[in-house]
């Protein structure tokens, strides 16, 4: 395919405005990974605050990587393990403290699972502790409690002038130090030298053997558009500034019309062929699922015909020895599955229907049996497949009818 990875912005982009997933871009982004391409959250929220959001789109599962702080760190998926990170010395924070203090600002950092903050009752700080799940701990002389390297250090106002102005003097003053830059209009992020979500993303790329033609990148804010001019193809949001749209490829629908599913569907979906349909890694993705318990493994996949196999063992027979029925249906079940998620549109979602089974034969314990799916009805609201199971030497041990229902995402 040609796009191997997929970089999401968090806030205004993935989640809509009740900061939540949408099911129709949760299915589309479950997809899109289980057609081999990986996905990574690139966000300015800490790593414990975007660790819920990666589990829910099973990141882990499928190799997909996290970029918080802004790019301060970036964070495998699947462990937690952390393979690039940049931090701030923690003999700055005093002299960040004295021009809060001086000007009339708050000032927090993030620590683990808390805020250490200046001032707990800021209505902003508040907001950011429930947004990513943080507990809150005010700290009288904040830059005394700091005995750590932070990721970055956050000042808060709402004399939005005022701090624009302590940023133009601090981008001059602190160059070759620290990086200064309005992540909201009453936030001043400071940040590790040269840190940003797009030199983050180069060391991924890198990391990961990927070209800048190979990722595709979404976003909707001022934040993103180093990211997006990195990407081999940039998508904006319906509701970003003009500022970032015109750096972007594309423009998409808003986070309310699920820009992003519509974005990717179009880019990635709509070119996936079945003869791109990594099996190996959906075998190993499958593991934990039902078809690993069952030891089912995916051997072919064509428009119209997906092939499998499960054994015939002490998770598939039944006490006397022979393959239980109950495991045929499964296997058949998780053939005309995929078959259907290869043909549907990138808009479309595959949900079972009806599975009925004619048991002909056994077939008995150390067989491996084969089951062979084909499509006889592509309806436009319905799918039907007929999936025969055969033993080793071809005998004919079950035919399965298998519906599925074809529905648009919502």
């Given amino acids: ?191 590790p030298w040269g840190i940003d979500k797009s030199n983050t993303l180069g060391v991924l790329l890198e990391e990961l053997g990927i070209s800048r033609e190979e990722t595709m990148a979404i976003g909707d804010g001022v934040a993103d558009v180093t990211m997006l001019q990195m990407a081999g193809l940039a998508v904006a949001m319906g509701h970003a500034p003009d500022s970032v749209k015109v750096c972007a490829d594309r423009v998409t629908g808003t986070n309310e019309e699920d820009g992003v599913a519509q974005a990717v569907e179009k880019a990635i979906l709509a070119e996936v062929h079945a003869s791109e349909i990594p099996l190996d890694f959906l075998n190993e993705v499958g593991k934990t699922a039902l078809m690993g318990n069952l030891g089912i493994q995916y051997t072919y996949a064509s428009e119209d015909r997906i092939e499998a196999t499960m054994p015939v063992d002490q998770r598939t027979r039944q006490p006397f020895g022979i393959l239980h029925g109950g495991a045929t249906l499964a296997l058949a079940e998780t053939v005309a599955g995929l078959g259907s998620m290869i043909t549907v549109k990138p808009d479309e979602i595959v949900v079972g229907m009806q599975v009925s089974g004619n048991h002909i034969s056994s077939a008995h314990e150390g067989d491996t049996v084969r089951a062979v799916g084909t499509i006889v009805h592509k309806g436009r609201s319905s799918h039907v497949w007929n999936v025969d199971v055969f033993t080793s030497t071809n005998k004919l041990v079950s035919s399965v009818r298998v519906i599925n229902s074809i529905m648009k995402k919502k």
């Avoid at 129709?24 to 819920?52: D, E, M």
């Avoid at 990513?132 to 956050?154: H, R, T, W, Y």
């Avoid at 070759?176 to 830059?181: A, Y």
């Fill in 1 to 191: 395919m040609k796009y191997k990875l997929l970089v999401l912005d968090v806030d205004g982009t993935l989640l809509n405005n009740e900061r939540q997933i949408s099911k129709r871009t949760l299915s589309t982004l479950l997809k899109v990974q289980q057609a081999g391409v990986k996905i990574v959250l690139a966000s300015g929220r800490p790593t414990y605050g975007i660790i819920p959001l990666a589990k829910t789109l099973e990141l882990g599962n499928y190799g997909g990587y996290i970029i918080s702080y802004n790019g301060c760190q970036i964070i495998k998926a699947e462990n937690g393990e952390i393979i690039f990170e940049r931090r701030i010395n923690p003999e700055l924070v005093p002299y960040l403290e004295k021009k809060a203090r001086k000007n009339g600002f708050d000032i927090f950092t993030y620590h683990d699972d808390t805020i250490l903050t200046s001032n707990p009752d800021n209505r902003h700080i508040r907001q950011e502790a429930a947004l990513n799940g943080l507990k809150l701990i005010k700290e009288e002389e904040f830059s005394a409690a700091i005995d750590f390297q932070p990721c970055k250090v956050m000042l808060v106002s709402d004399d939005y002038d005022a701090l624009a102005e302590l940023e133009n003097k601090w981008k001059k003053r602190l160059a070759g130090t620290l990086d200064v830059f309005p992540s909201e209009p009453f936030y001043l992020e400071a940040v």
